[in-house]
Structure formats: C-alpha cells, structure tokens
C-alpha cells in the first residue's frame, strides 16, 4: 500500500461515522442514548417514529459502532458504545453552537425564553444550595441511571398530580436533558403558572457533575 492509498482508505474509514451522524434522527437517538439505555420501543415512542424506522436507524449506528445493544427477555435495549461516542456528540454540538447563528436563535425563542424564564447555570447552584429544591423532570429510568446530586426524580408526566408535594415556601428549579431540552422550559412554565417560584438550569448531568444512580 502506497502514501496515497492509505491517505483514501483511512480517511474514508473516518468518512463512516460522519454519514451515520448526517441524520436529524440518528443524532437524535444517539442524544437519548447518552441519558439512559432505552428500548426500541422508547425510542420510537420519543422520536415519534415507526419502530420499523427506528430499528433501521438503529442498526445504522449499530453497523458504525456507535452503539451496542443487548436482548431483556423480548426486548431490544440499545446504548452508546463508549463514552467517546458521548464526548462526539456533545463536540459536535458545541460546533455547531459556535458557527451556526440559527441555533442560538432557536435556543432562545423556544427554550430560553430569557423575558419569561430565569435560567441558571450550574455554577449558582452551589450559591443557592439552601434555598431551592432541584428537579428532574426527566422520565425515572434516567433519574435512575444518573442525576444530579440532590435532586428530585418529578417525570413531567407526574408534575400535576405531585405538584402540592413540592414546598412553595422554597424555589424550585428544573432540569432534564441539557441546553436543548425542553421538559425544563415546559416544567417552569407549568410552577409558575400554579404560583411557585422557579427557574430552569441550563444543564444536563453531563453539564452539571451528575450523581450515578446505580
């Protein structure tokens, strides 16, 4: 093999993982993934697709190593192959932060909300230890699998019926998946409507050191 064959076949090697990831929706399991393993089912239940559809998807990022799966009794339970797999995908959003302006915007306008939503980072959290109950709003298999230290497992699902559970002498702060979660946004929302104090931290458990739940 010469200089400039092994320059075309290693660079097309690297080339397989970069047409895995030109996929809305295999960007979007492989972000599920990294909260928690999930079945097929809950990942077609999350991405609103077929399972057929995410079953392809799925054996994708199976073929490029992405990800592993393994059988529990008659379901398929998929995870990231490695923690490399997670530091990929949160480089490759951190890029595309940084040089795609549209990104931000719709951070803003749907997530952020900065004129109708406090936000904080995970550094406050430290200053305002006494004085805040912190909640994930994720679903419990991935409060389970990991979480911040301190926090709350309240799925979105189960906000309503538990809402007089949670004091309102105390502020409340929400978090879920990350930066581009939404369940966040839609929890805060929700507290202050039913007049608690509250805000949205602006971090995930990769963002905020989280807490192993196993």
């Known amino acids: 093999m010469d200089t400039r064959t092994f320059k075309d076949t290693i660079y097309h090697e690297f080339s397989r993982v970069g047409k895995i990831l030109a996929s809305p929706k295999r960007l979007e399991l492989l972000d599920l993934l990294s909260q928690s393993p999930k079945s097929v089912e809950t990942l077609a ?6 399972i057929a559809n995410t079953s392809k998807h799925l054996q994708s990022l199976l073929e490029a190593r992405l990800v592993l799966y393994k059988k529990e009794g008659i379901y398929v339970i998929y995870r990231l192959a490695s923690p490399e797999v997670t530091d990929l995908l949160f480089s490759l959003k951190s890029v595309a932060e940084e040089r795609i302006t549209d990104i931000g915007l719709l951070h803003e306008d749907f997530i952020t909300k900065s004129e109708e939503i406090e936000t904080l980072k995970p550094e406050d959290l430290a200053v305002r230890k006494d004085d805040y109950v912190l909640i994930d709003v994720r679903p419990k298999e991935e409060y389970l699998h990991n979480h911040l230290e301190g926090a709350i497992s309240l799925p979105m699902e189960e906000l309503n019926a538990s809402i ?3 004091p309102k002498d105390m502020k409340v702060i929400a978090y879920c998946r990350g930066p581009y979660c939404v369940y966040a946004t839609e929890a805060v929302e ?3 409507a039913n007049g608690f104090e509250a805000a949205r ?3 995930g458990v990769r963002e905020g050191k989280p807490h192993s739940g196993k």
């Open 190 to 192: 929700y507290l202050k």
């Open 164 to 166: 007089n559970e949670i």
């Open 201 to 203: 931290l602006e971090a």
């Open 45 to 50: 239940g999350e991405t609103k697709m077929s």
